[in-house]
């Protein structure tokens, strides 16, 4: 599957540790209306870093004040509550295998980034990871109800962390944590990793949930919310 092999090349590739660009990060709201229209309003960051930021999701759903990491060490304006990542009123359609077999593998991808950014929370000083890995839980239920609106398996239940069934999430999981363990910057950069993989794999679900509209309008969403991730991460 196109998702594995994402996974692989990943791991293959190797993190290179970067060093972090000063400036801003980009406050992510999510997206609560099919259309993806959204209003955005925030306080001016002051020069240090720190900020805070508020929005307001288009739709039935609206976003709380967030704030976030900023790419030079400071705190700016961040992701957003995770609310309105449900299908809405979005048909239910149809699904092939394959498609099932990937919304497995997405749910428990989502564990391998809450689990690293969980670990990385209880290491380094910085919000960012905190943060992500509670936006990443919300992501996870996302994926819970359509998999339980198509009939899927959940591999995630009992989930124990660290622990994934599929070997290349397995792999990615432990190289990735071990990266991160060496340095903050180490595991900003394994989260990038982890967020332009999810990117990828997220643009080719949208492209190909051509009879399933529900899971077109989460995947969207999803991958709206892995862009401001990996901002938030410095990428």
Known sequence: MRKKTMIATAIAGGAVITALVAGPSVAAVVQGAQNGQHQQSGQKQSPNGHGRGAGDQAGNHTGGKSSGHGKAGGQGPGMGSGAGLDAGSSATGTMTDEQKAELAFMAEEELVAH???????????TPVFGRVANSESKHLEAVRNLMERYGVTDPTVDHVAGVFSDESLQKLYDELLVQGQASQEGALEAGRTVEKTDIEGLTAAVEGATTAP????VFTRLLEASKHH??????
């Open 115 to 125: 689990d690293l950014y969980t670990a990385f929370a209880g290491l380094y000083d």
């Open 230 to 235: 990996l901002t938030a991460f410095g990428g």
């Open 214 to 217: 529900d899971a077109k309008a």
